[in-house]
């Protein structure tokens, strides 16, 4: 037996429906009744456009899910469950690791458990989440994460930008800032390697922009320098040859200027990390702050 979690889009609705229909079934009949109870193929769908959600199998068959639904103040969890006959498996936990790499860069994983089930609620305790507060019959949980990284060295900065790349779904628009030689292009390169598209990926010096097809059928990934770039108006008109719909779009020097291509985006920042002592060690450490910005 072995727990499998990947993450799907609309294309997996009917799975993600037949698990919250088990899951939810199985509870205890509740009044009002769980809003997950109404759902049908259309309205999961709708909710699985914006970001996507997990499917956890064992052996293959769909047991797991969960929605992911980012807000201001963190990415909510929707409609989790698992399936009776799989519980006790680690198939809950799995979905919450995987929900939490799912949404680095946000300050907190945020969930509602009716009160009605206080079992419900220990269970995200027990996972550390805690009680922020209470709208009868909900009670709202979170979980904080941390958005500072530090990366003494590239590879580390490349290995962080892979973990994002990872999350990374069309349309999402990244948005680095930090002085030249920062290490902007690098954790560019980590992200390439994430979205699995063909690599490659340098300082775009004489152009303003490339990009790097996926390989997987994924996004592709369109890399902007704007170093050069005189202002928003010429970001509009750089003849991108992949819409910015269907790609994942990453700004150098992109601060104050591509804001405008999207209503959510990740900013990134990279600053050097000044040490007391000169490094012995010729390490050139940095710090990477990452921060979601979701418009409604
Ligand atoms: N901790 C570190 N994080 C990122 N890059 C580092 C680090 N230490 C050394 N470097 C080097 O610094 C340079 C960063 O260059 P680059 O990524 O092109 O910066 P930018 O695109 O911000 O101008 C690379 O040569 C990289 O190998
Ligand atoms: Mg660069």
């Given amino acids: 037996m072995s727990v499998d ?3 799907v889009g609309p294309e997996a609705a009917a799975e993600v429906l037949a698990v919250v229909r088990d899951a939810f079934g199985a509870r205890p009949p509740l009044d009002p009744p769980a809003d997950a109870m109404a759902e049908d193929l259309a309205s999961v769908g709708r909710m699985l456009r914006r970001r996507g959600g997990l499917l956890a199998t064992v052996d293959g068959e769909p047991v797991g899910c969960v929605v992911l639904d980012p807000g201001p103040d963190g990415m909510v969890l929707r409609r989790f469950g698992v399936a009776p006959a799989a519980q006790g498996k680690g198939v809950a936990t799995a979905l919450v690791d995987a929900a939490v790499d799912a949404s680095l860069g946000h300050s907190a994983v945020r969930v509602l458990a009716r009160e009605e089930l206080p079992d419900t609620v220990a269970f995200w305790e027990a996972l550390g989440f805690v ?3 209470r709208r009868s019959p909900y009670v709202e949980l979170a979980r904080w994460l941390g958005t500072s990284f530090d990366a003494p060295e590239a ?3 490349r290995g962080l930008g892979e973990r994002l790349g990872r999350t990374l779904v069309a349309g999402d628009l990244v948005v680095l800032t930090g002085e030249l030689g920062a290490g902007k292009t690098t954790f560019t390169q980590g992200l390439g390697d994430g979205l699995q598209v063909r690599g490659g990926v340098t300082s775009p010096t004489f152009v ?3 990009v790097h097809p996926s390989l997987v059928g994924g996004p592709d990934l369109v890399h902007v320098d704007a170093y050069r770039l005189g202002g928003l108006d010429e970001l509009d ?3 991108l040859d ?3 719909e269907s790609s994942v779009t990453v700004v150098e020097w992109g601060a104050g200027l591509a ?3 999207a209503d959510s985006r990740l900013e990134v920042l990279i600053e050097r990390t000044v040490g007391e002592t000169a490094s012995a ?3 050139d450490p940095r710090r990477v702050s990452l921060r979601w910005v979701v418009g409604q």
Avoid: A, K
Wanted: glycine share 8%.
């Fill in 5 to 7: 979690v990947r993450r």
């Fill in 131 to 133: 009680e922020t507060g």
């Fill in 155 to 157: 590879e580390t900065m």
């Fill in 208 to 210: 303003i922009s490339r």
């Fill in 237 to 239: 008109d750089l003849d």
């Fill in 242 to 244: 992949t819409p910015l």
């Fill in 259 to 261: 804001e405008g291509l």
């Fill in 281 to 283: 060690d010729d390490l």
